[in-house]
Nanobody, 117 residues
């Protein structure tokens, strides 16, 4: 059984930084395109950053220049460095395969990020 575990969220003031981490039990990330997603209250879950199996990254316009996604396949982790956080970044953050929204994949619990103004 695959279990995704996200960590690193918390409460931070606007302009602050957080680093999220994701690991998995029961699967390896090595040959998967991975992504970080977020879901704010009352909104749909959206992808904010993707990292391909070869390390190519892409970002949603809303986070471009502020967030950096990385992966360490040896440690089976995917990370999201978030800088210059704004209140609109407040959401539960999840990691999963890059096609998870379309494939109906199982999700972890996510990690809450709250940015105060």
């Amino acid at each position: 059984q695959v279990q995704l575990v996200e960590s690193g969220g918390g409460l931070v003031q606007a302009g602050g930084s957080l680093r999220l981490s994701c690991t998995a039990q029961g699967t390896r990330f090595r040959f998967r395109d991975m992504a970080w997603y977020r879901q704010a209250p009352g909104k749909q879950r959206e992808a904010v950053a993707t990292v391909s199996r070869w390390g190519t990254t892409n970002y949603a316009d809303s986070v471009k220049g502020r967030f950096t996604v990385s992966r360490n396949d040896a440690k089976n982790t995917v990370n999201l460095q978030m800088n210059s956080l704004q209140p609109e970044d407040t959401a539960v953050y999840f990691c999963n395969a890059a096609n998870a929204l379309q494939s109906g994949a199982d999700w972890g619990q996510g990690t809450q990020v709250t940015v105060s103004s």
